[in-house]
């Protein structure tokens, strides 16, 4: 799935699973988010598509957060990136050049594990992944059928090693003993150097459209990550947050379902060198302003 209007096309075929949000007509062009720092007092970012590709810092972004904090606004990052525990998040942005700080990123990995339940789980994430930061009894997967029947609930991390292969183990497995599954990124894929790449999300949607599991999903656009950021935020009304994102159906539809107001970057990300006014038209999603670059 490497082609936009294929993923547009599949991102409109599950949005029966999405939140529901209210929208206005009219979408306004901004030169940058300090056209509307005075109408926000914290701004919240994606980050595959606005502030990186990939391992690639997206020009002038750092530069963009470090000015809006000067201006007195509080800055967040949400990700659905749930490969990295979340100091390795904060670690994987210094890399980047961005500065940022523990209590400014929010993951979908950071609602997932937050109420994980006793028993056995199947992990599902990268090689790299020590979860160490994970309090719950765990059998990483990969191959072997029996590990996928013993378990009593799965927990998808990652799609890094995720093959058509393990895919079918698991297939198979659920269709033996429904079970549930927790899913720690919900994209259906992310921009990469590349292309894109293939998400958590397209696998488990597949397995949503099969009748197979009892799905939780976590991350943009469902709403346990907003409400994250909203309680490092107390004093800060709904309207008063803006998030800026590249795709519409997880960056602008799950913002615009808490109250957020919203800020469509256009230029690196999903949409990247498309019309994106036409997508706004077809999928019935307005962010409030559209922008290049943030």
């Known amino acids: 799935m490497n082609d936009v209007s294929d993923i547009f096309n599949r991102y409109e075929a599950i949005r029966h699973r999405m939140p529901h949000a209210r929208f206005g007509a009219a979408t306004r062009k901004l030169d940058s988010l300090l056209d509307i720092a005075a109408d926000a007092d914290a701004f919240v970012f994606d980050a595959y598509g606005v502030l990186n590709i990939g391992e690639t810092p997206i020009s002038g972004a750092a530069q963009r957060l470090d000015e809006l904090r000067a201006a007195g606004k509080a800055i967040r990052i949400l990700s659905n990136a749930a490969s990295y525990s979340h100091p390795a998040a904060v670690e994987k942005f210094a890399k980047l050049g961005i500065s940022v700080t523990p209590n400014e990123i929010v993951t979908s990995r950071d609602a997932a594990i937050s109420g994980l339940g006793s028993g056995l789980w199947g992990c599902i994430t990268a090689p790299h992944d020590d979860l160490a930061d994970i309090d719950a009894d765990i059998c990483r997967l990969d191959k072997n059928p029996e590990d996928f029947d013993r378990v009593e609930s799965f927990l998808f991390l990652s799609s890094t090693?995720?093959?058509?292969?393990?895919?079918?183990?698991?297939?198979?497995?659920?269709?033996?003993?429904?079970?549930?599954?927790?899913?720690?990124?919900?994209?259906?894929?992310?921009?990469?150097?590349?292309?894109?790449?293939?998400?958590?999300?397209?696998?488990?949607?597949?397995?949503?459209?099969?009748?197979?599991?009892?799905?939780?999903?976590?991350?943009?656009?469902?709403?346990?990550?907003?409400?994250?950021?909203?309680?490092?935020?107390?004093?800060?009304?709904?309207?008063?947050?803006?998030?800026?994102?590249?795709?519409?159906?997880t960056d602008i539809l799950g913002a615009a379902a808490r109250g957020w107001r919203t800020v469509l970057v256009t230029r690196d990300g999903l949409f990247s060198g498309t019309d994106t006014e036409d997508f706004c038209r077809r999928s019935a999603i307005f962010p409030n302003w559209r922008t290049e670059r943030i």
Not at 162 to 168: E, F, G, L, M
Not at 212 to 219: A, D, E, I, S
Not at 222 to 245: C, K, N, W, Y
């Open 161 to 249: 090693a995720w093959t058509d292969d393990h895919q079918a183990i698991l297939t198979q497995s659920l269709r033996n003993r429904p079970r549930p599954v927790i899913v720690a990124n919900a994209d259906l894929v992310a921009p990469r150097e590349g292309g894109f790449s293939l998400e958590p999300g397209h696998y488990a949607h597949l397995l949503a459209d099969a009748g197979l599991g009892q799905m939780t999903f976590f991350g943009k656009p469902f709403p346990q990550v907003h409400q994250m950021i909203e309680a490092t935020l107390p004093d800060t009304p709904p309207d008063r947050i803006v998030m800026s994102g590249d795709t519409l159906h």
